[in-house]
T-cell receptor, first 113, second 115 residues
Framework: AQTVTQSQPEMSVQEAETVTLSCTYD???????LFWYKQPPSRQMILVIR??????QNATENRFSVNFQKAAKSFSLKISDSQLGDAAMYFC??????????FGAGTRLTVKP | GAVVSQHPSWVICKSGTSVKIECRSL??????MFWYRQFPKQSLMLMAT?????????EQGVEKDKFLINHASLTLSTLTVTSAHPEDSSFYIC???????????FGPGTRLLVL
């Protein structure tokens, strides 16, 4: 079974600084997708960034980027120039094909002004 | 981007009654939708996979007769909580994939409170 682990229950960052959220996963598959979702207090799940496992290049989306290490099964999210609006729960997720997503336990990010 | 809606956004009901939650993909067709449950300060737990035109696939431990899922069309899936009890109070979220479907888009969720 695929499992996703987020070892940081809470993280804090100063506004305008950079923070990295960690995620590891366990799978025997070679073809899959990885995602980071953001869940603000409204509880709406918002896609932050996604990575296809077959791509070696790390995905980037504006201030958000990932460090994808396939051999190590690691998928960390870097948030640059942190903004107050980045404060939320962040979930790492794994998906194989059209199957369901498996989520990590989440990391609560606080942004200090 | 793809938009998924849910209705109602929140509902309060008496114990023993049934509640129906709708999940719609507004600008795309979804042959598969997923239903999740989320308790406060916890992650999303998959309840079932809703398949258009066929029976839903339930996760282990989820009661099929209690959580009825109907995927009536390519844009609509419904979750009915039958004979609801206070322990069914939770946040229910649906998701649907826009082709090629590996990315899931989530509805805004439904808060259910059973008194």
């Amino acid at each position: 079974a695929q499992t996703v682990t987020q070892s940081q229950p809470e993280m804090s960052v100063q506004e305008a600084e950079t923070v990295t959220l960690s995620c590891t996963y366990d799978t025997s598959e070679s073809d899959y997708y990885l995602f980071w979702y953001k869940q603000p207090p409204s509880r709406q799940m918002i896609l932050v960034i996604r990575q296809e496992a077959y791509k070696q290049q790390n995905a980037t989306e504006n201030r958000f980027s990932v460090n994808f290490q396939k051999a190590a099964k690691s998928f960390s999210l870097k948030i640059s120039d942190s903004q107050l609006g980045d404060a939320a729960m962040y979930f790492c997720a794994y998906r194989r094909g059209n199957n369901d997503m498996r989520f990590g336990a989440g990391t609560r990010l606080t942004v200090k002004p | 981007g793809a938009v998924v809606s849910q209705h109602p956004s929140w509902v309060i009901c008496k114990s023993g009654t049934s509640v129906k939650i709708e999940c719609r993909s507004l600008d795309f067709q979804a042959t598969t939708m997923f239903w999740y449950r989320q308790f406060p300060k916890q992650s999303l737990m998959l309840m079932a996979t809703s398949n258009e035109g066929s029976k839903a696939t339930y996760e282990q431990g989820v009661e099929k007769d209690k959580f009825l899922i109907n995927h009536a069309s390519l844009t609509l899936s419904t979750l009915t909580v039958t004979s609801a009890h206070p322990e069914d109070s939770s946040f229910y979220i649906c998701s649907a994939g826009q082709p090629p479907q590996e990315t899931q888009y989530f509805g805004p969720g439904t808060r259910l409170l059973v008194l």
